[in-house]
């Protein structure tokens, strides 16, 4: 069976700094694919960053880098330069066979 | 190009009473999933369709939640009776092969339900 878990419940950071959210995984699959989504108040689940288990460099895009540590088995988001914007709740999430598993999501609070 | 349709937005209904929640997947996307997010919680997957076919659905309630998926575009979820524990956001998502990225899924904004 696969897991995620998110141990970060809720984090406060000032605007222009850069946040890290844990992120750590368990499966006994070696082919997985992980991936973290933004969650407004809106509701809707926004795709924000994709890590294959099997790629050698950690993905970026734009402010959003994951930091993946696989002999850890983390799977780490960065957002660099915080906004106001970036306020939301943030999933970790893990793909095997093409069934996703969510953690339980950081609220995160961007403070001007 | 038109992202996933989700309705009603919001739902509040009596326990006891059916419900039912419409999903229209992006144009192309043979793949077809809905979620149920409790609060508080990530999503979590019910049953997932490729085309019309039902090919995961071993998290579904059978007893009282039942889904379909005609003709492999549109779906439909329903909870005939609702209950005071099915209160949460329905989510449906969809993907694709062709998105070039391993199972990326596309999310709709959800139909929130109350039972009361």
């Known amino acids: 069976a696969q897991k995620i878990t998110q141990t970060q419940p809720g984090m406060f950071v000032q605007e222009k700094e850069a946040v890290t959210l844990d992120c750590t995984y368990d499966?006994?699959?070696?082919?997985?694919?992980l991936f973290w989504y933004k969650q407004p108040s809106s509701g809707e689940m926004i795709f924000l960053i994709y890590?294959?288990?099997?790629?050698?460099q950690n993905a970026t895009e734009g402010r959003y880098s994951l930091n993946f540590q696989k002999a850890r088995k983390s799977a780490n988001l960065v957002i660099s330069a915080s906004q106001l914007g970036d306020s939301a709740m943030y999933f970790c999430?893990?793909?095997?066979?093409?069934?996703?598993?969510f953690g339980t999501g950081t609220r995160l609070t961007i403070i001007p | 190009e038109a992202g996933v349709v989700q309705s009603p937005r919001y739902k509040i209904i009596e326990k006891k009473q059916p419900v039912a929640f419409w999903c229209n997947p992006i144009?192309?996307?043979?793949?077809l999933y809905w979620y149920r997010q409790n609060l508080g919680q990530g999503p979590e997957l019910l049953i997932r369709?490729?085309?019309?076919?039902?090919?995961?659905d071993s998290q579904l309630p059978k007893d009282r939640f039942s889904a379909e998926r005609l003709k492999g575009v549109d779906s439909t979820l329903k909870i005939q009776p609702a209950e005071l524990g099915d209160s949460a956001v329905y989510l449906c998502?969809?993907?694709?092969?062709?998105?070039?990225?391993?199972?990326?899924?596309?999310f709709g904004p959800g139909t929130r339900l109350t039972v009361l």
């Open positions: 998502a969809s993907s694709s092969v062709r998105t070039g990225i391993y199972n990326e899924q596309f």
């Open positions: 499966t006994s699959d070696p082919s997985y694919g």
């Open positions: 890590q294959g288990s099997y790629d050698q």
């Open positions: 999430a893990m793909s095997v066979y093409e069934k996703l598993t």
């Open positions: 144009s192309g996307h043979n793949t």
């Open positions: 369709y490729e085309n019309e076919e039902a090919v995961d």
